[in-house]
Antibody, heavy 121, light 107 residues
Framework: QVQLQESGPGLVKPSGTLSLTCAVS?????????WSWVRQPPGKGLEWIGE???????HYNPSLKSRVTMSVDKSKNQFSLKLSSVTAADTAVYYC??????????????WGQGTLVTVSS | DIQMTQSPSSLSASVRDRVTITCRAS??????LNWYQQKPGKAPKLLIY???SLHSGVPSRFSGGGSGTDFTLTISSLQPEDFATYYC?????????FGQGTKVEIK
């Protein structure tokens, strides 16, 4: 079964760039799935960041679009997130997730365990 | 963006109680609605997709219903392991959006 694992620095300085990677195991990133990032500030709800297909098709949340870049590395079976010009408001647990779909229905499953990224000097 | 509003934000219930959580969308989303369970320090887990389809491995005491703008998640007989926060999420259009969560606590 597919498993996801996030990795990256846990501390980023204000105005810097947050960079995370999600390693996919138990399946190919080139399968017919979209791959996504979701974040959750401490004690708060969930916010969708964006999704990417292995072909490079991408959809970003308009609220973050100017600062987000997502990419896929098929050779490493992983996908990545970059968020630029970060502030304390970007402090959150960042999750990667696979998007399954059937017809027009789509849902997030499974999720990675999540990684806390703190923005602080 | 489609706004998702859950009610209540929190509730207290006892083991074996029947619990219902409501999720309302700001516009019609047909049945493009999913439910997740999240326990402290853990990632969300899928419970229900397409409004009423039970995800593999999820106990049958969980059920979902509704269409259009109004949806429900029901736990028929609350078990100790069900105390958690529950989120609805619409997949009708991007940006996908989540409800604010409903925390189910022990009475």
């Amino acid at each position: 079964q597919v498993q996801l694992q996030e990795s990256g620095p846990g501390l980023v300085k204000p105005s810097g760039t947050l960079s995370l990677t999600c390693a996919v195991s138990g399946g190919s990133i080139s399968s017919s799935n979209w791959w996504s990032w979701v974040r959750q500030p401490p004690g708060k709800g969930l916010e969708w960041i964006g999704e990417i297909y292995h072909s490079g098709n991408i959809h970003y949340n308009p609220s973050l679009k100017s600062r987000v870049t997502m990419s896929v590395d098929k050779s490493k079976n992983q996908f990545s997130l970059k968020l630029s010009s970060v502030t304390a408001a970007d402090t959150a647990v960042y999750y990667c997730a696979r998007i399954r779909y059937s017809g027009n229905d789509r849902w997030f499953d499974p999720w990675g365990q999540g990684t806390l990224v703190t923005v602080s000097s | 963006d489609i706004q998702m509003t859950q009610s209540p934000s929190s509730l207290s219930a006892s083991v074996r109680d029947r619990v219902t959580i409501t999720c309302r969308a700001s516009q019609s989303i047909s049945t493009y609605l999913n439910w997740y369970q999240q326990k402290p320090g853990k990632a969300p887990k899928l419970l229900i997709y397409a409004a009423s389809s039970l995800h593999s491995g999820v106990p049958s005491r969980f059920s979902g219903g509704g269409s259009g703008t109004d949806f429900t998640l029901t736990i028929s007989s609350l078990q100790p392991e069900d105390f958690a926060t529950y989120y609805c999420q619409q997949s009708y259009s991007t940006p996908y959006t989540f409800g604010q969560g409903t925390k189910v606590e022990i009475k």
